[in-house]
C-alpha cells in the first residue's frame, strides 16, 4: 500500500474517533446542561407553593389583628408578605408549616375576633385573655375541631356560650372566666378536663345542682338526726321504767 494511502486511512480513523469523541462529550455537557436546569426549575417551584401557603395565613393573621384593634401597637411584625408567619412573626407557633399555636394575650386589644380564625384549620391553642374583647362568641370556633386550648378570660364577651361549641371534642382547657357572659352551658362542655365559667350570670347554671343537693343533704340528714333523738328517748323512758319496776 502507498504511503499517501496509508496516511489517509489513519487520518480518517482519527477524523472518525475524534468526531464520536465530540459529539460524546457534546451530549454529555448537554446532559449536564438539563440536570441543572432540572434541578432549579425544582428548587424553585417548591417556595412558591411555600409562598402560596405563607401569604394564605399572612392574609388571614393580618384581618386577624386588625379585627381585634391592636390599639396599643403591641404587635409590628406581622406586616411583612416575604416571611413566613412560622419562622419570623411573634406570638405564632408552627409544626409541618401550619400554625397551630396563637398566644396574643394581654396585649390590650378593644375589637373583635374575626372568622378569619377558621383559616388557620390546624390550630391547636388560642390565647387571647387579659384583654378588652367584646361581642358575642361566634359560633365558627365550634368548627374549629382541633382546638385542645381556648382561653378568652378576663375580657368583655356577652351573650351565650354557643351551643355548637359541644362539637369541640378534642378541648381540654377552656376559660371563660371574667366576662359578661349569661345563659346556659352546653352540657358537652362539662367533659373538658380543666374549665373555668366562673361568671356571675352563669354561675348559679353550674351551681345550682349542688346547692339543692346539699341542701336535700341537710334536710335528711337534720330529719335523721331528730328521729334518732326521738328513739333514744322512748328507749331510755322505757330503760327508766324498767328499773323503777325492779326497785319495786
Known amino acids: 500500500m502507498p ?65 381585634v384593634n391592636d390599639t396599643d401597637g403591641c404587635i409590628t411584625d406581622w406586616t411583612d408578605p416575604f416571611l413566613s408567619p412560622c419562622f419570623s412573626w411573634s406570638h405564632v407557633t408552627c409544626r409541618n408549616g401550619n400554625v397551630m399555636y396563637l398566644t396574643l394575650y394581654s396585649n390590650g386589644f378593644s375589637g373583635k375576633l374575626s372568622p378569619l380564625l377558621t383559616k388557620l384549620k390546624f390550630l391547636v391553642g388560642l390565647e387571647l385573655q387579659n384583654n378588652n374583647l367584646s361581642g358575642a362568641l361566634p359560633d365558627y370556633i365550634g368548627s374549629m375541631v382541633h382546638l385542645q386550648s381556648l382561653n378568652l378570660a378576663n375580657n368583655k364577651f356577652s351573650g351565650s356560650i354557643p351551643v355548637n361549641w359541644g362539637q369541640l371534642a378534642n378541648l381540654k382547657h377552656l376559660d371563660l372566666s371574667s366576662n359578661d357572659l349569661a345563659g346556659k352551658i352546653p352540657m358537652q362542655l362539662f367533659s373538658v378536663k380543666t374549665f373555668n365559667f366562673e361568671v356571675p350570670n352563669i354561675y348559679v347554671f353550674f351551681f345550682l345542682p349542688q346547692i339543692l343537693n346539699e341542701l336535700l343533704l341537710t334536710a335528711v340528714f337534720s330529719a335523721l338526726l331528730e328521729h334518732i333523738s326521738l328513739v333514744a328517748l322512748v ?4 330503760v327508766c321504767q324498767a328499773l323503777l319496776y325492779q326497785v319495786i
Not at 451530549?27 to 425544582?42: D, E, P, R
Not at 424553585?44 to 401557603?53: C, F, K, R
Not at 394564605?56 to 393580618?62: T, W
Not at 328507749?235 to 322505757?238: E, Y
Open 235 to 238: 328507749w331510755s323512758s322505757l
Open 3 to 67: 504511503k499517501s494511502g496509508g496516511k489517509r486511512l489513519v487520518y480518517g480513523c482519527w477524523w472518525e474517533i475524534n468526531s464520536s469523541y465530540q459529539f460524546g462529550a457534546k451530549l454529555m455537557m448537554k446532559c449536564f446542561i438539563l440536570l441543572i436546569f432540572l434541578s432549579f426549575s425544582h428548587i424553585t417551584e417548591a417556595p412558591d407553593v411555600e409562598v402560596i401557603i405563607n401569604n394564605n395565613f399572612c392574609e388571614a393573621l393580618k384581618e386577624i389583628l386588625r379585627t
